[in-house]
């Protein structure tokens, strides 16, 4: 079946028509008419006059012949509507598919051959190994230093000193704190300062005029956190603790006379 578009020789309505068919009906006029006119005059519409006569009421059969071209029209458009469209691939991107085959896809665990296992504990053990040459030795080094510092503490605080009140910090033990429940003076914590850097000096066999600018001290005492960095002595003093707002003696009275008559009333 091959359906065209046609003219009704009447009235001048654009129509499909059937070209196969024998004869059509117009669903507007109810004319009568062949397919072949209807294409033939619908190629050159201008050279024909349509009379726009009034036809006679169609029959059952020829209604449903004039409908029945629209309905197979309307079939075939809504059929191609329904085909889905094909997604344009865009470059980058994965289609649904790919993306519904990855998901199915099972996982490849990678697997290391033994040899590539055996070089990498041997490169992970090597590395181990430099740090602990490097860092073992400093270690050992810094707490020996350390000790003989702690055996001059005595010397260096001016006095003996627990050994819970005072401690050394630093890979080259260049920190030292203290605390002192003694009063303290500037000078006093600039003393211990001194005696710490020739300590130290002697301990690490340094020059006795390095001035040793990382050398630090802190001292805890009553008065506040003494603090020397290259021979700078700060004092940081501790904050007094808020009291009570004192009470006039007047308004102790005009409160406790406020009492009484509240107390008579």
């Known amino acids: 079946m091959a359906m065209k578009q046609g003219r009704c020789p009447n009235c001048g309505s654009i129509l499909t028509v059937d070209d196969r068919q024998s004869r059509a009906v117009c669903m507007f006029c109810w004319a009568r008419f062949t397919p072949a006119e209807a294409i033939r005059i619908d190629e050159d519409p201008d050279a024909y006059d349509f009379p726009n006569e009034e036809q006679d009421e169609p029959t059952d059969a020829e209604r449903e012949l004039a409908f029945s071209t629209t309905r197979q029209v309307t079939l075939t458009t809504a059929a ?6 094909k997604a344009k691939p865009q470059p980058g991107r994965l289609t649904p ?7 199915k896809k099972e996982l490849v665990i990678p697997r290391i051959q ?16 430099v740090l ?5 030795p400093l270690t050992l ?8 510092l702690s055996a001059g503490i005595a010397v260096i ?3 003996e000193i627990a050994e819970e009140a005072y401690g050394f910090s630093g890979l080259r033990n260049h920190s030292l704190i203290l605390t002192s429940e003694e009063e303290l003076s500037e000078s006093d914590v600039a003393a211990i300062y001194e005696r710490f850097k020739a300590a130290r000096a002697d301990v690490y066999g340094l020059d006795s005029d390095d001035e040793q600018a990382n050398v630090r001290l802190r001292v805890a005492s009553s008065q ?5 960095r290259g021979g700078e002595v700060s004092l940081t003093k501790p904050q007094p603790a808020p ?3 004192e009470t006039e003696p007047g308004a102790e009275e005009s409160a406790a006379g406020t009492e009484a008559t509240d107390t008579a009333s």
Do not use: N
């Open 97 to 103: 598919a790919q993306k519904v085959a990855l998901q």
């Open 243 to 245: 009291t009570a707002p």
């Open 80 to 85: 191609v509507q329904r085909q889905p469209r």
């Open 224 to 228: 506040g956190l003494y603090e020397v």
């Open 141 to 148: 080094m810094r707490e020996s230093r350390r000790a003989q």
């Open 114 to 129: 033994k040899g590539d296992r055996i070089r990498l504990i041997i490169g992970v053990s090597a590395i181990l190994l």
């Open 132 to 136: 602990a040459l490097i860092f073992v």
């Open 157 to 159: 605080a001016g006095k």
